[in-house]
């Protein structure tokens, strides 16, 4: 009986042995779960930048007296949020914390810390230089000497959509190596490899010093992903960000032929504009992102019909921000433009727009903000897709959405 | 006189429900005639909309020439001069008359599972590119869109059927038509249609997409029926392109090669140029269309430039996003081109190319040719 009951409670010990933090399980049928704190965890968060009317990103938001996180964590409670994606930390990091503190003691919600490695240092993010190379990553590694012991934090993304650089597409780069080579093709391969090879550098720095945290490496689409499987095997998930319209195609197949890793969907989502009829079109918003999370779900480990490897997603974006269209002109960050930014065929509804130009960078958030200030900062004002992910979360029915034609028939 | 009154009243009271009947019919039916024979009373709508060279067609409705049911089928003689300089041409049936979705006409067809028609050459070898049902934007926009092809015409009648189950039928102004280009018949084209109508026929399956044998071409030859995209999706500065798909220039294999005169004007402003080959044309994934490649490992073309150093900055497979997004896009570039014929390749091994509409595009831009560039290319195909 003493022996019995000795069984038991070393039994029930180690059942209630937790392993802290955050890592990666990959699964004997190869699919691959985020564990937290010894749970699985599926990441139902958005990119949070709370941005208020009449400022623009430098706004230190995180030193708002206002707290404007103590309101929306509580939103982002009601709504089943457990995750926000930070782009880069606050020069103050005391302020960081605290943020990340409030939103994990009160709320239950979760911080993915961010760093650009340097991607919008002017002229250009010289990557192949050494000097270039060890000031990011200094910095990265002070992020997360810094906020690794934080309780709330729940891994580490480094880079969004810094590949395009690689390609020369954004902020394009080179060196004196990439200089010698003449041909073309070669020289997009070598500029990847030093940059694959360099946040793979990263990656391993952190692991020595924070074992309790994942490293993402965060990518736009999946360009340049055949190299980061030579040149960043450290990297324990990449962070894709992703908009392509109702669905995500061959994505999450795809990454399993040329990345074999973990799929954090870090950035996708639909703005709620409507560039054609020159209207606000909330279902239409709704419509793309219901769709969008079913895809992720069908995704998650242990799904038979699905890729088996997607650990969540981090939905783009929290509230509107109105600053994106005129980004130079201050008088214009009060104004919530209607101008579209660039064009999406995948978004179909509104494609037929003037130039086609149909993605409205003012318009993501799945909260509007309103110039009346509640509790000091812009009224929040959640729009119909807050409201249909949350019941999606609750009951989540993976039956893919049918194509759904434009009010036009286009 | 009340009498005449009480009937004229009950007329017109009747009008709606006799055309709702009319409608209804479509619905039970088991065949819905778009044209059988000239002036027959079942011909429900008309060959009124001529499209791009209209002047190179002469159709004639009553063609006695060994019809293939009752006394007369349609005759078509394309001429591919180029009257209007489209280099193509095309009729649809409409109803009414040159109804392109300005007004309501047009039927309920919904019940029908397939549309069957019969068609001949005069010598056999005539290239029709496409038919088509439904289609027809405007106001009043068709339900369906739904199209076939290319068919290379034997010189005996022959049935031909256009699947369209599960397709919304409910409203079709676009009863049917075909197209057809120079390219696809240099020296012109007659030939005959006769019997054309919808059928109900419920053991017909859907159309599943067939996984396509290889290799499969994008582009052979102008005149080539294996060509199954078209080079429609002119991006960017497209007023500094000029195509010509069928250039003797040296052609790397058979009559004709493509051949590209980039000017880098920026005519557009946009500092870059492209062509997507697309199916059907101008198909920005709003169409639900194109093929299973699954078969395909790879897409090889050759490629040359007319002085050499030309820069391409890219040539990709798939890659279009719309309401119906290719499932899959792959790569190469930039390339710089040599004077001599070469042979490039795209790798598609892991990709998903089971649902492609964009066959082949390249793209170059004027940083990197800021005198333009005139280049070639021949034998795109699927491998």
């Known amino acids: 009986m003493l022996v019995a009951c000795s069984f038991l409670s070393l039994f029930i010990l180690s059942a209630c042995q937790t392993i802290p933090g955050a890592h990666i399980q990959k699964l004997k049928n190869k699919n691959y779960r985020l564990i937290v704190n010894g749970s699985p965890y599926i990441v139902k968060g958005v990119c949070y930048n709370p941005i208020p009317i009449g400022a623009n990103h430098e706004y230190d938001w ?44 009160l709320y239950g919600i979760r911080t993915l810390m961010g760093d650009w490695l340097g991607f919008w240092e002017y002229p250009c993010p010289f990557y192949g230089d050494k000097k270039f190379q060890d000031k990011v990553k200094n910095q990265v590694i002070e992020m997360v000497k810094t906020y690794k012991d934080e309780p709330g934090v729940l891994g580490w993304i480094l880079g969004n959509e810094n590949n395009y650089s690689c390609l020369g597409h954004v902020n394009p780069w080179s ?26 550098d990263i990656s391993k720095e952190i692991h020595k010093i924070d074992t309790l945290h994942p490293v993402g490496l965060g990518n736009g689409e999946l360009l340049g992903l ?146 009346e200030l509640e509790n000091g900062i812009n009224k929040r004002v959640p729009r119909k897709a807050y409201y249909v992910i949350r019941e999606f979360w609750k009951r989540p029915v993976l039956k893919k959405a049918p194509p759904k034609k434009s009010p036009q028939g286009g | 006189m009340k009498k005449l009154m009480a009937v004229l009243l009950a007329l017109i009271l009747m009008a709606p429900a006799i055309a709702m009947a009319q409608e209804k019919t479509a619905n039970t039916a088991k065949e819905f005639v778009v044209f059988l024979d ?56 409409q109803n009414p008359a040159n109804n392109w979705g300005n007004k309501k006409g047009g039927f309920d067809l919904t019940g029908m599972t397939k549309l069957t028609f019969w068609a001949r050459g005069a010598k056999g070898g005539e290239i029709i590119q496409k038919v088509i049902v439904g289609g027809i934007k405007g106001t009043y926009p068709d339900t369906v869109s739904v199209e076939m092809g290319p068919i290379e015409l034997t010189d005996t009648w022959k049935q031909y059927t256009v699947n369209l189950v599960g397709k919304d039928l409910s409203y079709v102004n676009g009863g049917f038509g075909w197209t057809t280009t120079a390219d696809l018949n240099p020296d012109g084209a007659v030939f005959y249609i ?70 880098g004007q920026a005519t557009q402003g946009a500092r870059w140029a492209g062509i997507f080959w697309q199916n059907p044309a101008n198909n920005w994934g709003g169409v639900d269309a194109g093929f299973d490649l699954s078969k395909a490992v790879k897409l090889t073309f050759w490629a040359r430039g007319a002085k050499g150093g030309e820069r391409i900055e890219e040539f990709k497979v798939g890659g279009i996003m719309g309401e119906f997004s290719d499932s899959d896009s792959a790569s190469i570039g930039p390339v710089i081109l040599n004077k001599e014929w070469t042979q490039y390749t795209i790798d598609l091994k892991g990709k998903d190319m089971s649902y492609i509409i964009g066959g082949f595009v390249w793209a170059a831009n004027v940083d990197n040719n800021p005198e333009g560039a005139t280049f070639y290319l021949d034998e795109i195909k699927f491998e």
């Open chain 1, 175 to 200: 060196s004196d190596e990439v200089d010698k080579e003449p041909d073309p093709q070669k020289q997009k391969a070598l500029r990847a490899q030093i940059y694959y090879s360099f946040v793979n």
């Open chain 1, 226 to 371: 055949d190299s980061a499987d030579k040149y960043a095997p450290d990297v324990d998930f990449v962070a894709c960000i992703i908009y392509r319209g109702r669905t995500f195609g061959n994505l999450f197949k795809s990454i399993r032929t040329t990345f074999d890793k973990p799929v954090l969907l870090s950035e996708f989502g639909a703005d709620c504009y409507d560039a054609y009829l020159r209207k606000e079109d909330q279902d239409m918003q709704a419509f793309f992102l219901q769709s969008q999370w079913a895809q992720i779900y069908e995704n998650l480990a242990n799904n038979k019909k699905g890729a088996g490897n997607c650990i969540g997603g981090t939905l783009f974006e929290w509230t509107d921000e109105w600053w994106k269209y005129n980004q130079d002109n201050p008088q214009d960050w009060s104004l919530h433009n209607t101008e579209a930014g660039w064009s999406n065929g995948s978004y179909y509804f509104d494609i037929r727009a003037e130039g086609n130009k149909n993605m409205n960078e003012e318009w993501f958030g799945i909260v509007a903000l309103t110039p």
């Open chain 1, 62 to 105: 995180w030193s708002d007296p206002n707290k404007p996180w103590i309101t929306d964590g509580k939103l982002m409670k009601e709504m089943g949020i457990n995750t926000v994606r930070i782009y880069q930390p606050p020069e103050n990091p005391e302020a960081g914390k605290q943020v990340i503190r409030d939103l994990y003691q």
């Open chain 2, 38 to 93: 000239k002036n027959s009373r079942e011909n429900h709508f008309i060959p009124s909309g001529w499209m791009g060279d209209y002047g190179d067609i002469k159709m004639n409705d009553k063609s006695a020439d060994n019809p293939h049911s009752g006394t007369t089928s349609i005759q078509f003689a394309y001429s591919a001069k180029k009257s209007q300089n489209q280099g193509w041409a095309g009729v649809y049936w």
């Open chain 2, 194 to 263: 006769d019997d054309i109508k919808y059928e109900a026929d419920p053991g017909l399956k859907p159309l599943g997409k067939v996984q396509q044998p290889m290799p499969f071409y994008v582009y052979a030859d102008r005149s080539s029926v294996g060509n199954h995209f078209i080079p429609s999706g002119w991006m960017g500065d497209y007023g500094d392109i000029k195509y010509d798909g069928s250039s003797k220039e040296d052609a790397y294999l058979g009559d004709t090669c493509i051949k590209i005169i980039y000017n």
